[in-house]
């Protein structure tokens, strides 16, 4: 599986951003999905990530109720809405597939990464 990030920019705090990971490949379904995001000085910490089948989702506490993740099979993409964008928010996003049945929240579980998109929230 190859994956396509897209979507980051420059906005300021209180805005949105839709970040978009396109997939390649007819086995995209198949994957859990994750988006991970890494500040400079950082490690790579998990975003969001949601099931194969789009049934379960799991979120950092620090974006529950702003960032919403979501998957389109048919369209082999998917998404980070992420809204109320604070300051804190700013790093490079990735995402990534992984096999299994559970979420797994760990940068270790995941066997396909994206190139990253830049995410940069002014206050």
Not at 5 to 30: H, K, N, P, Y
Not at 62 to 88: C, H, W
């Amino acid at each position: 599986v190859q994956l396509q990030a897209s979507g980051g920019g420059l906005v300021q705090a209180g805005g949105s951003l839709r970040l978009s990971c396109a997939a390649s490949g007819r086995t995209f379904s198949t994957y859990n999905m994750g988006w991970f995001r890494q500040a400079p000085g950082e490690e790579r910490k998990i975003v969001a990530g949601i099931l194969w089948t789009g049934g379960s989702t799991y979120y950092e506490d620090s974006v529950k109720g702003r960032f919403t993740i979501s998957r389109d099979n048919a369209k082999n993409t998917v998404y980070l809405q992420m809204n109320s964008l604070k300051p804190e928010d700013t790093a490079v996003y990735f995402c990534a597939a992984a096999g299994g049945v559970v979420i797994s929240t760990s940068p270790r579980g995941y066997d396909y990464w994206g190139q990253g998109t830049l995410v940069t929230v002014s206050s």
